[in-house]
């Protein structure tokens, strides 16, 4: 039995086969994971089904892994949802910020790069060196993202009106 998938590749009867096994197995658990990190269970299933398309160009990891299955569908489920809660967090602060009325006016006055890199820190704890990974830069571009932040807070401007 042979199976095209979008991009042409033609699945064999083994792929489909442990692809569906790995979907049988912890498909459900996934399921579970997904929808406690995104909050809304239609939004989880869309994930599931797009995590489930990539396994069978990625059944090499499985087998390499052998035992480790659900740590490397968590691992994919991981990479997905990595933009996901990174909305989620920011969509989350920018409300907390609007219900307590601290800050709200400088945070709209930052650009969309300031906002992620002042809440990332002083909100979230976060390391300079992962808002460096997450925003593809460097952690001395953070830095200077965050002297940006810290002068439109202090002169009650937007960046673009500083200069």
Known sequence: MELRVENQKVLTANDVTATRALYDRY???LLGYITKVVNDRKLAEEYLVDIFKEIPFRLSEFSQNQGNA???????????????????Q??????????TGRGDEFLSLMNEQQRF????????????????QELGTTANDIRKILREAFKVIRNGKSYTELY
């Open 70 to 88: 659900w740590l490397r569908l968590q691992m994919i489920a991981k990479q997905k949802l990595a933009g996901c809660a990174r909305a989620q």
């Open 117 to 132: 890199v002042f809440c990332g820190i002083y909100y979230y704890q976060q390391p300079v060196s992962w808002l460096a």
């Open 27 to 29: 498909g459900n658990l």
């Open 90 to 99: 920011e969509h989350a602060l920018t409300n907390s910020i609007k219900a």
